[in-house]
């Protein structure tokens, strides 16, 4: 009689062949860029399913945030930006913390479960304005609290984080270093992403993001977005089209085409499932009228009602003098067009449960037992 002849210890070898095949199912594979330039029904297929998986992950909530822009001061020179250090004809501002604290813990709309806090990169208006407004927040308020404040030393990060800040933004800007040099982004590629993974590894949630459609951006370039994405420790993205912004020396460069940028987010949702990946407001100026609404349509999950005092957000010139500034009225007309409602829960709450229940899965490798990129795309 034959026996069958055992491997030892079985189950660790199924257990490992099962992890191997799902890791090479889930190795991320680069968009072409004909996917990222699709149009007709090509398109909208991809913005159907990209919305599709955002609704089987996230149902109809949409996470509702209010940024609070605390300075226009910025050491930066970046040539796509109306706030670089050069723009001498700009007003710069620092807010006052009082007033952004009352506004935000008596008068913020119902709806609004966290608050990100913006500047150029103003590491005075960090410890004068950011600081502070965070400790009084977490004193009177469950908010969750977002900072976009540029690169910092590391000292500082840690104090907005003991302060009670969770979630850092901080975008790549673009994936190719010789770009990002030539555009004089800030400091370079190589320190901003270490800085990203820097505050990963210290315990911050990520989120990032870069521009589509920049002068002379490449299409290895474009593609090469999505490879340092997938590359860094990241819980959410954005997508930026260019607008050639007010006062800048790219003031008469071509606007880049919103469909490009709208694929981007719809290929990023497609990527990754589990990322929280906003409409963001410049969508409406690539765009006028249709756009935010068509990020909602292609994947997004986030939304954003600016509450900066209107004293002072002209000033605050990312893109145009004219901005086009998302209200409450604004925000929850457009949730309610697409059918989608505000989520009760925060983005900070959000991040919390999923590293509890172990599926925050965010290292480069990692298994993501949820559709792959390439079967998505
Ligand atoms: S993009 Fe940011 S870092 Fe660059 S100039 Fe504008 S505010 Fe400063």
């Known amino acids: 009689m034959m026996t069958r002849k055992r491997f030892p210890n079985n189950c660790f070898y199924l257990r490992w062949l099962r ?25 909208t297929a991809m913005h159907e399913r990209a919305a599709q998986v955002t609704r089987s992950r996230f149902g109809q909530n949409v996470f509702v945030r209010a940024v609070v822009e605390i300075s226009n001061f910025c050491r930066e020179n970046c040539l796509y930006c109306g706030m670089r250090r050069s723009n001498r004809g700009l007003n710069r501002f620092r807010a006052k913390q009082e007033q952004l604290a009352d506004l935000l813990i008596h008068h913020r709309p ?16 960090v410890r004068e304005v950011a600081l502070p407004l ?38 790549f800007e ?42 002379d951006q490449t299409e290895e370039e474009l593609v090469g977005n999505f490879s340092l994405a997938a590359d860094l420790p990241l819980d959410g993205i954005s997508v930026s089209p260019f607008i050639s912004g007010d006062e800048t020396p790219l003031s008469s ?16 949702r497609l990527m990754r499932p589990d990322w929280i990946i906003p409409s963001i407001s410049a969508l409406n100026l690539a765009d ?7 990020g909602l349509r292609t994947g997004a999950n986030l939304v954003t009602i600016n509450l900066t005092p209107s004293e002072i957000r002209g000033d605050y010139l990312l893109y145009k003098r004219d901005r086009f500034i998302m209200t409450e ?16 829960q925060s983005l900070a ?29």
């Not at 040099?181 to 800085?195: D, F, I, Q, S, V």
Request: hydrophobic content about 40%; glycine content about 8%; proline content about 5%.
């Open 288 to 294: 006028p009228g249709n756009g935010y609404r068509r």
């Open 110 to 125: 119902q709806s609004v479960t966290d608050v990100n806090i913006q500047a150029g990169e103003d590491p005075v208006a």
């Open 329 to 344: 009225e604004r925000i929850l007309a457009a949730i309610a067009a697409e059918g989608l409602i505000p989520f009760s």
């Open 19 to 43: 992890s191997a095949l799902l890791w090479f199912m889930n190795q991320f594979v680069p968009p072409t860029a004909e996917l990222l330039h699709s149009t007709g029904e090509a398109q």
């Open 174 to 215: 673009m994936g190719s270093a010789e770009h990002y040099a030539e555009l004089h982004a800030p400091g370079t590629l190589e320190k901003r992403t270490e800085h990203i993974k820097h505050l990963a590894a210290t315990g911050w949630n990520l989120s990032s993001g870069f521009i589509a459609g920049l002068p």
């Open 349 to 377: 709450d959000f991040y919390r449960a999923k590293k509890l229940n172990g599926k925050h899965v965010d290292q480069p490798g990692a298994i993501v037992e949820t559709e792959s990129c390439s079967e998505s795309l």
């Open 253 to 268: 460069a071509p606007l880049s085409d919103i469909n490009l940028t709208l694929n981007c987010m719809a290929v990023l």
């Open 134 to 171: 965070i400790r009084t927040l977490r004193q009177h308020t469950d908010l969750g609290i977002s900072v976009c404040l540029g690169i910092l030393d590391h000292g500082l990060y840690a104090q907005l984080k003991e302060a009670g800040a969770t979630l850092y933004i901080m975008k």
